[in-house]
């Protein structure tokens, strides 16, 4: 299409502008990502831990995660989850990840996670190196099965467990925060979490001394620009205050309402060792 070159010029100035104002807010919101390395808090001993998540009280799904240093240079985090009771009669879900991380820089290697519905099957694999991560994701089985690939590009993403592992290792005191870019499985977020307080939480085990984070999220855009995440409003974690740091309870202000996942039991592959 024709256009008067001075409407041309006008366009093409714009265009500039906004790259311009987009790669600026872009550059604004990755300084601010701590830059701290893992600190030297003493690693987590290997665990096998049981959670219950659910919604107003209501338990909707259990889950199990086994953690352990299968060689000395990576972290090994094997989860499972499904649906339970009425929940599951309206949505059946099966969940298995497994996520690897090196246990020097607590950097993530790769992540598999499988979700079996009722009716389709998604499988997502994540590979990740200093720039970024690839992701392949197949939906379906057999013949019919369709994978995509997609890469992101920024350097120092983490995935959950290795979100996790770091945010562990770090000193959190009151008042430190945190900032991270981090990537679960099919979209980027940046990630705030403030050390809130001290606490003590009564969950299933026992009652503990809890450390208490504020978690807020925003979406990170394909052109790295923020946007803000609509399904999430903020969380609240409270995570042991011992030698293990464990994470008790998270509860979540959602679309949906307020949704929890809380620890009901931990067994130590090796109990006698401290």
């Given at each position: ?6 409407f ?12 311009f104002?987009?790669?600026s807010?872009a ?9 701290e ?10 665990l096998?831990?049981?959670y219950?998540?659910g ?11 086994h953690?352990?240093?299968p060689?000395?240079d990576?972290?090994?985090l ?7 009771g009425f929940?599951?009669?309206l949505w ?6 497994r996520?690897?991380?090196n ?5 993530p ?8 519905y009722?009716?389709?099957?998604i ?10 991560v ?7 089985e057999g013949?019919t ?8 590009n920024?350097p ?5 467990h290795?979100?996790?592992l770091y945010?562990?290792s ?5 008042g ?9 499985t099919?979209?980027a977020y940046?990630?705030?979490?403030k050390?809130?307080g001290?606490?003590k939480?009564?969950?299933?085990p026992s ?11 925003k979406?990170i ?23 293990e ?7 979540a202000?959602?679309f ?6 809380e620890?009901?039991?931990?067994r ?7």
């Amino acid at each position: 299409m024709f256009l008067p070159s001075r409407f041309r010029i006008t366009k093409c100035a714009i265009t500039i502008l906004l790259a311009f104002w987009t790669g600026s807010f872009a550059a604004d919101w990755q300084a601010t990502l701590s830059k701290e390395p893992a600190g030297n808090f003493p690693e987590l001993r290997p665990l096998r831990a049981f959670y219950r998540f659910g919604w107003s009280g209501v338990t909707a799904a259990t889950g199990e995660i086994h953690f352990t240093k299968p060689s000395n240079d990576r972290f090994q985090l094997e989860g499972t989850g499904r649906t339970i009771g009425f929940v599951r009669a309206l949505w059946k879900l099966d969940v298995t990840q497994r996520a690897v991380a090196n246990s020097e820089t607590l950097a993530p290697i790769e992540t598999q996670q499988t979700e079996s519905y009722r009716s389709k099957k998604i499988a997502t694999h994540l590979t990740f190196t200093g720039s970024g991560v690839t992701r392949a994701r197949t939906e379906g089985e057999g013949a019919t099965a369709k994978t995509t690939s997609k890469q992101f590009n920024l350097p120092d993403l983490f995935d959950l467990h290795s979100a996790a592992l770091y945010l562990r290792s770090q000193p959190l005191k009151q008042g430190n925060v945190y900032r991270l870019a981090v990537y679960p499985t099919t979209n980027a977020y940046f990630a705030t979490i403030k050390v809130t307080g001290r606490d003590k939480i009564s969950v299933r085990p026992s009652t503990y001394n809890a450390i208490k984070l504020d978690l807020q999220l925003k979406r990170i855009g394909k052109h790295l620009e923020l946007e803000p995440y609509k399904k999430f409003r903020r969380a609240t974690i409270w995570v042991s205050d011992d030698a293990e740091r464990l994470i008790l309870r998270i509860e979540a202000q959602i679309f949906v309402g307020t949704v929890f996942a809380e620890l009901q039991s931990v067994r130590f592959d090796n109990p006698n060792r401290r």
